[in-house]
């Protein structure tokens, strides 16, 4: 992970901070505003309809890969897992 602290200060990738996040099944991250899922002001999944009660509950950052000139890459990057960190 060192490798990407170096990245960033190349301007390569983007880290952002760390938050609270529903993340369902399918993969989608939502951002919970407080902490709790009772602030999504939704019961499903938009994107494949699976129930909130089904997400979990996840401190999680954003590494966005994209490049600004490069408009192919808008949107690229992955999401980094605070608790799988301190596995490894
Ligand atoms: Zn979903």
Sequence with gaps: ???LLAREE???VRV???????ICPCGLHFRLPFGDVFHIHRRV??????HKRSWVVR???WVSEAVWWRPSTWGRG???NKE???DA
């Design 78 to 80: 992955h999401w980094e």
């Design 59 to 61: 401190v999680c950052r």
């Design 45 to 50: 999944c938009p994107r494949c309809g699976t």
């Design 16 to 22: 952002g901070e760390w938050d609270t996040y529903a």
């Design 10 to 12: 190349s301007g390569e």
């Design 1 to 3: 992970m060192g490798d």
């Design 84 to 86: 799988a960190e301190r």
